[in-house]
């Protein structure tokens, strides 16, 4: 998959979890169709789905860098998980938070990967 239509796909997905998540979308799509049996339980397959397109974005920022160095694939999984258990965990009454957070943390990382790209084209520049 090329890295900006993996960028654009998490992009997506997290957009849409989070609409599904904080919007009374799947509430009102399940009962139309008779599945409101499963409302109660939306919000353990949806977070997973928008932390894992989240890790998915900052995965796709690492190789749209170009950067060099350990790939990040291991700590994206581990922190995908751990939300989603300290969601199950907490019994979602925190939510709301914890999807800032880890919406931040992707956002911190792309201003460090952009920051850390600037100054790599700094010094080849002052090199050459």
Same mark, same amino acid.
């Given at each position: 998959?090329?890295?900006?239509? %993996?960028?654009?796909?998490? /992009?997506?997905?997290?957009? @849409? !979890?989070? @609409? /599904? /998540? ?5 509430? @009102? ?7 409101? +049996? ?13 932390? =894992? ?13 170009? #950067? ?9 999984? *581990?922190?995908? *998980?751990?939300?989603? !258990?300290?969601?199950?965990?907490? %019994?979602?009454?925190? +939510?709301? #938070? @914890?999807? $800032?957070? !880890?919406? =931040?943390?992707?956002? !911190?990382? =792309? $201003?460090?990967? #952009?920051? =850390?790209? #600037?100054? %790599?084209?700094? *010094? ?5």
């Amino acid at each position: 998959m090329k890295i900006d239509k %993996q960028l654009c796909t998490g /992009c997506g997905g997290t957009i @849409i !979890a989070a @609409i /599904c /998540c904080f919007t009374p979308v799947l509430v @009102i799509l399940f009962g139309v169709l008779g599945l409101s +049996a499963w409302v109660s339980g939306i919000d353990y397959v949806v977070f997973p789905i928008m932390f =894992a397109s989240m890790g998915l974005v900052a995965y796709s920022l690492y190789l749209r860098s170009g #950067r060099k160095g350990p790939s990040p694939l291991a700590v994206i999984v *581990i922190a995908v *998980i751990a939300l989603s !258990a300290l969601l199950y965990w907490l %019994q979602f009454h925190y +939510a709301f #938070r @914890i999807t $800032f957070a !880890a919406a =931040a943390a992707v956002a !911190a990382y =792309a $201003f460090y990967l #952009r920051s =850390a790209k #600037r100054k %790599q084209t700094d *010094i080849e520049k002052t090199v050459s």
